[in-house]
């Protein structure tokens, strides 16, 4: 089992999570979508995480020759001015169910990159810990898929072995482990 945690204020961001071995194949067809809100299945279940190797979120670049954007069921809808632009965000975020972090709150300001339902994830990360860091970037406009992703680089992980370390702890860690 693994919690994550805030890089700056060190408070805990979930439950008690199972890693899951691959990102889920997920439908975001009409027909799969919420009928009140619209959102698509969440991409991870409910208690469990998956590490996305893939570059995802902002910031973005143009595609260039040979790099079109492809478009799957996770693919993010891009607002004016940014079509054809593709991911050079970090590797290796961690998605999470959007119920798992009931305690994050959205950032104010989300502009062009607020759809007609909700944050499409092309901002950076929109959701901010307790103490105000942004940690996370929810995308959940009825037109994208519905998933959050934790920044590797703002959270870090603490995983629960036999005998309450984790191998490969940094040094000075609290019987954990680092994520990216």
Do not use: K
């Not at 339902?117 to 950076?124: D, K």
């Not at 307790?130 to 996370?136: D, E, F, K």
Request: proline share 14%.
């Amino acid at each position: 089992m693994t919690t994550f945690f805030c890089a700056r204020c060190a408070g805990a961001l979930t439950p008690d999570l199972r890693q899951l071995p691959a990102v889920p194949n997920v439908s975001a067809h009409d027909e799969d979508r919420d009928p009140n809100t619209g959102l698509a299945p969440s991409t991870v279940p409910p208690g469990h995480y998956a590490i996305d190797p893939e570059p995802w979120g902002a910031p973005f670049e143009p595609a260039g020759p040979g790099r079109g954007p492809g478009w799957d069921d996770r693919s993010l809808l891009m607002p004016p001015g940014m079509d054809g632009m593709i991911s050079a965000g970090p590797r290796d975020t961690v998605i999470v169910h959007p119920d798992d972090l009931p305690g994050l709150r959205q950032a104010a300001g989300l502009g062009i990159h607020h759809g007609c339902c909700g944050p499409l994830g092309t901002g950076g990360p929109n959701m901010a810990c307790a103490c105000g860091r942004l940690v996370a970037t929810l995308t959940a406009d009825c037109m994208g898929p519905h998933e959050l992703h934790l920044d590797p680089r703002r959270v870090y992980a603490y995983e629960e072995t036999v005998g309450g370390v984790s191998p490969g702890s940094p040094p000075g860690s609290p019987s954990g482990s680092t994520s990216g």
